[in-house]
């Protein structure tokens, strides 16, 4: 199976003067049956003040959109964020991607890690969640909560891996309302059970090391079955 990404780190976010419906004539027209779908992989940018390190209005409502066409298509939809981008540890919303996390203080970084998100991706799926079909969840994000949690705090991988698939497995809150674009759509609920795979690095690197068999272990440890 082949899915077209869309987004990767530095990349520019979409164009929005091109509609979700001419994004979806030019899949059909260009992908000619190689693709099966689509991934969204829309990031920040190593330029703080680069205005991609902000998801305006009409990008997720374009995301939302778009999903919904090919959703509809029979075609496959799935989203890459970062931790950040779609965060079951909080219910804050933002659509800057340029944020700090305040609870995680790394030791001897000055300044703190500054390219965060508050669940700028949950907006795009709060607009149809059914239109995606799974969402793999990147916890090797730099200077993630997992790699605090695991390698500043020493919470061992196993209990720290089988809390966060705990919470995968419950129902997601985000609240939307004090975003002028997204208020109508309140407090929403998320049952994220059966569209969720969590990305590992294992040897380690910036945002790791969870390890496949810490992971495997905490997923046997828990009632990560449902997921």
Not at 38 to 62: H, Q
Not at 116 to 143: M, V, W
Not at 199 to 227: E, F, H, M, R, W
Request: net charge negative; charged share 15%.
């Amino acid at each position: 199976v082949h899915l077209l990404s869309v987004g990767g780190w530095d990349a520019a976010h979409p164009d929005t003067s091109f509609s979700a419906e001419e994004y979806f004539e030019a899949f059909e027209a260009h992908s000619d049956g190689l693709y099966a779908g689509l991934d969204w992989d829309l990031e920040g940018n190593d330029n703080l003040s680069s205005p991609n390190n902000f998801f305006t209005a009409a990008c997720i409502n374009l995301m939302g959109d778009l999903s919904t066409l090919l959703h509809d298509a029979g075609y496959i939809v799935s989203m890459a964020p970062p931790e950040s981008y779609f965060d079951v540890q909080t219910s804050e919303f933002s659509k800057y991607v340029n944020l700090t996390y305040p609870s995680d203080v790394w030791p001897n970084v000055d300044p703190q890690f500054q390219y965060h998100g508050r669940n700028s991706y949950a907006a795009a799926y709060a607009l149809n969640p059914d239109a995606f079909d799974f969402i793999n969840l990147q916890i090797y994000e730099t200077k993630s909560h997992a790699s605090y949690n695991t390698s500043v705090l020493g919470t061992p991988q196993v209990n720290y891996l089988a809390s966060y698939i705990t919470m995968l497995s419950e129902p997601m809150q985000v609240d939307f309302t004090a975003d002028p674009d997204f208020s109508h759509l309140g407090v929403a609920t998320f049952d994220l059970r059966g569209k969720v795979n969590v990305g590992l690095i294992t040897s380690g690197g910036k945002g790791g090391p969870i390890t496949a068999q810490n992971a495997t272990k905490a997923y046997k440890s828990c009632s990560g079955g449902d997921l």
